[in-house]
Every structure is written in C-alpha cells, then in structure tokens.
C-alpha cells in the first residue's frame, strides 16, 4: 500500500511539474486592463507591435502622453527611442504629446530613467507597454524601481511574433526568448531592489 502511494504521489508530482513547464510561457505575460493614466510608456528593442499598443492606447484616449524610453541603438545614428517617435508621429500621434528618454540601454534603466521623467513632470500614474514575454520582467523591474514613487503603474502586453506563450516549446525563437527572461529576471530584480548604478550595454530589451 505504502508502495502505491509513493508512486501515487511520484506520478502526481511528475505531471505538476511537467504543467508547470508548460505553462511557463503563459506565466512570462503581464497584461492588465488599461486605466486613464498620466501617460503611456513604451520601452525599445523590440517589434513595432510595442509602438502601435503605446499608440492604440494613446488614441483611445487613456493618457495625453506617450514616453518612448530606449537609448540603445535602433537604426544608424538614431536611438530607439527616436525611432518609436517617428513610428509614432506616423501613426498619427502629435510630436507634442511625444517625450523621448535617450539614455537606457537595459529594462532597469527603462524603469530608472522613465521614473525621472515621471517625477520632473509631476505625473503620478502610467501605462507601460512592451512585448508579451518580456512583461513579467518589466513589471517586477519597474514596481522595485518605482516603489517609494507614489506613481500607480499598470501593465500592457503587445503581442510579439516571435514568442507563442501557450506553446512557447514550437519554435527556437520562443523558446530563446523565455530561457532569456529567465536568466535576466533574477538579475533585474536584483538591481531593482537594491537600485544599483546602470551600466551601460547588456540587456538590449
């Protein structure tokens, strides 16, 4: 009897586990519903999806301001942020209603340097949008970073045509994605939580 219920018991751990790994993929993606808030920010270094979420949010009217944070390289001699604020302005979006932050080049600095722009503009409430397998990094990161802020946040997933977070296992580009998120959320949290001094290359999304 006690032999049953060991391999019961093996048997019931083996398919928890093997659910948990499944569902890994879907546990990567953060997307709350959106609130009226003081502005959206869209962080660089992945698809255009990022920018056209920002910009349907935008004009939906939930946030008169987009921030669009990358200071890593997009095209040549531009920054992704300046890349987003010409998608931006393309889809309709006033270059006045647009604010650029130049400087990160990792999801902490996203997070450090968004938070600066919120606090000289006295915004106290924001949207941040980036890819679906990068959000549950992005919200852990920015809730450490903003923690002592005041700032409300809420988080918006954009669809990403490289990541399936339901079957994340079918193609190398999602199953890179996740094994990425997963070396670089400890690493950000980290940073997060002890706010240590950015550094300048590393994590480009």
Do not use: C
């Amino acid at each position: 009897m006690k032999k049953q219920y060991g391999r019961l018991l093996a048997g019931s751990l083996i398919a928890m586990g093997m659910v948990a790994t499944l569902r890994v993929g879907d546990w990567l993606v953060v997307n709350q519903k959106p609130v009226r808030s003081d502005a959206i920010i869209v962080l660089g270094g992945g698809p255009i999806e990022r920018i056209r979420e920002g910009v349907s949010l935008y004009k939906r009217g939930y946030a008169p301001w987009i921030i669009v944070s990358g200071g890593a390289p997009g095209l040549p001699f531009e920054t992704q942020a300046e890349v987003m604020s010409q998608q931006a302005m393309e889809m309709g979006v006033p270059q006045s209603a647009i604010l650029l932050e130049n400087h990160s080049w990792t999801t902490y600095q996203n997070a450090l340097y968004t938070e600066r722009i919120m606090k000289a503009r006295r915004f106290t409430s924001a949207l941040v949008v980036s890819s679906n397998f990068h959000m549950r990094r992005v919200s852990l990161v920015f809730s450490l970073v903003y923690r002592k802020s005041g700032i409300r946040l809420r988080f918006i997933s954009s669809p990403d045509p490289q990541f399936h977070p339901a079957h994340w296992w079918s193609t190398p580009s999602s199953r890179y994605l996740l094994a990425s998120e997963l070396f670089l959320i400890p690493i950000n949290i980290v940073q997060g939580f002890f706010h240590t001094t950015p550094h300048v290359g590393g994590d480009f999304t």
